[in-house]
């Protein structure tokens, strides 16, 4: 079978797209994590009752539960997962500041490639079914 004649799998695009913006999230979240630490190192956790939990670890959490929800993209709760993910990086921004801006503008990201990959993807899903009755 040739490689025009195999069937594509049908809304791979818009997941390909949500999983590429919330890998690259999870970067940013990481550099995210290591200037909060950077900036004020000796900031105890954020919930007295548990010891560990401060700012650095919190967001390190959230860089890999951004890299996960990029790997879960084709679930059907993906996508909805990666918009708690950006709320999550969002409200990040209570510990390095920049994080609101740079939340906000991976948040507007991902609800354009969202937008794009739906379009992309019924376009190409009705561009396989007129070759197919062709």
Do not use: H
Not at 33 to 53: C, E, K, N
Not at 93 to 119: E, N, P, T
Request: proline residues 5%; contains cysteine.
């Amino acid at each position: 079978m040739t490689q025009q004649a195999r069937p594509r799998p049908r809304g791979k695009f818009m997941w390909r797209m949500l999983a590429t913006v919330l890998g690259g999230r999870g970067l940013v979240i990481f550099f995210g994590a290591l200037a909060s630490r950077g900036l004020d190192p000796a900031r105890g956790a954020v919930l007295p009752a548990i010891a560990g939990l401060t700012p650095f670890v919190l967001m390190c959490v959230l860089a890999v539960l951004a890299v996960v929800a990029a790997g879960l993209m084709r679930r059907p709760f993906g996508p909805a997962l990666g918009w708690v993910v950006q709320v999550l990086s969002i409200l990040s921004g209570f510990f390095v500041g920049m994080m609101f801006v740079v939340g906000l503008v991976f948040a507007l990201l991902y609800g354009y490639c969202q937008r794009v990959g739906r379009r992309v993807d019924r376009e190409q899903a009705a561009r396989a079914m007129t070759q197919q009755e062709n």
